[in-house]
């Protein structure tokens, strides 16, 4: 996704938010601002907002010194989403189409997003999500994809949103290889983060190679680029994946919540939607 | 009011609305936003956010050279008012306390703002003010304050709201003197706005002698300058004039509803909070 006009006061917003979290005093947060805002000239249009975020935290990493500033919060999130994986998986046993609702689960892990929002409830959000109405819906296709796949490559994106993704593996039938973001950066799931959310126990975890707080492929390892060029199918978690990859032709499907109207405008949806869609068939 | 970090992300916001309502193509809205972006390094936190103001509608009216983007919005939104004005004028009539009816109205009307918000619904928000709790509420003061002067200065804040103004100015009593914006900015209130609302049949009409989307006392004529110095009552509608004006100590009268949490946050109250506060009290 091209980085819209509307992407760039986001940017001085999170921006703020995030020097916040870092800790830092308003002195060095405006320093921040002054930097991310002279950034705003030299920025492509064409790039990602993505690619804008892997900037812009960097900056912050190296202002602040702090390497993982969301490190309690993830924390804390994914021990709430493992406190609610038991009933989440009765749900998922019980219900008439297991597949289907793992994929509305994942989804609702997607609120779990510091980047964009900053409120959310996880369980209440589950509730709605287990009964929302799709805003896209390529389940037959993405069914037939994963019959025919010998494998599946799964795009992570936030941390707690991972014991979601969890639930979705388990589902799929099909060995997985679950990535995770080369260093800390927003609230997105890492190696560790993974780890803690017993990934590792059903998937095999491989990092981004890259910073960034999202899948750009071209900014990543030639492990992942070797990975993701010979998928069978791809499975790409929230919103800024989505950003990094829409457009790319592979058979990629995008689950997600539509977390601002930007990104909802993009796909065509309104914002708060959720989203079970084909690369392919949304390409044209 | 100082420049507070949060502001900084509200200016690139304020900018791209404006730029779109201006017209302008996406290219220039991009010019535009890279030249706020690029000023935030050399803005002093000190400064008020409608310098910032000036600054950002200076450049808007540069680029697109469209003197007044609002005008249209601006004219819709006081014949609205107009047509309010009957019932208004009776329900102040029928009120027992005609003043703080037509504060009240006078503050209701200053949710008619496209700098700081964009969705309103006029009569329905008279509604809702006529029963609201004020955050703050140095009535008695301002009563005090009014008996004991000769005149009023008035600083007039957004158009349409001009036209709740004059339902004040009616119950005031004292000869008033209404003060406008020099230059179209924004949809605040300039001298022909004053007039198309009727307030040249009630006030003297004199302009700030600044393009400031407020009042900044040294960025106004010295004309404006002598009145505001010797002026026994200062009436200051609207956030724009609350951020230029606070910390002055001169008997001003601030009427606003507090449409940002930074303001809210600066006065000690709110969001959402209407309120009428004596600068003198509020300084301490």
Do not use: H, Q
């Given at each position: 996704?091209?980085?819209y006009l509307d992407c760039i006061p986001c940017f001085m917003e999170q921006t703020l938010r995030a020097g916040r979290v870092s800790g830092l005093d308003d002195a060095k947060i405006k320093k921040l601002l002054d930097e991310v805002g002279g950034m705003i000239k030299?920025?492509?249009?064409?790039s990602s907002p993505?690619?804008?975020?892997?900037?812009?935290?960097?900056?912050?990493?190296e202002v602040s010194g702090v390497a993982d500033p969301y490190k309690e919060i993830k924390k804390e999130t994914i021990n709430e989403a493992i406190t609610l994986y038991p009933e989440l998986k009765k749900t998922v046993e019980q219900s008439e189409d297991r597949l289907l609702t793992a994929i509305r689960i994942a989804i609702a892990g997607n609120v779990i997003d510091f980047g964009v929002n900053h409120k959310f409830n996880i369980s209440e959000d589950v509730q709605t999500i287990l009964n929302q109405h799709f805003g896209i819906f390529h389940y037959k296709e993405f069914q037939e994809s994963l019959k025919n796949a010998e494998s599946v490559l799964y795009l992570g994106d936030n941390s707690g949103e991972s014991v979601f993704d969890k639930l979705l593996i388990e589902e799929l039938g099909k060995p997985v290889t679950y990535v995770v973001r080369d260093v800390p950066v927003i609230n997105d799931?890492?190696?560790q983060d993974a780890i803690d959310?017993?990934?590792?126990?059903?998937a095999k975890l491989v990092s981004s190679g890259s910073s960034a707080p999202a899948i750009i492929p071209d900014?990543?390892?030639?492990?992942f680029q070797d990975l993701f060029n010979n998928a069978d199918i791809i499975i790409s978690k929230g919103q800024g994946n989505y950003e990094g990859l829409s457009g790319i032709n592979k058979p990629i499907f995008f689950l997600?919540?539509?977390k601002c109207h930007v990104l909802a405008g993009d796909l065509g949806v309104e914002k708060g939607d959720i989203v079970l869609a084909s690369s392919i068939i949304h390409n044209g």
């Open positions: 996704m091209k980085t030299d920025l492509p249009v064409e993505p690619a804008t975020g892997d900037f812009i935290y960097g900056k912050i990493r799931v890492t190696m959310s017993g990934l590792d126990t059903v900014r990543c390892s030639r492990e997600l919540k539509a």
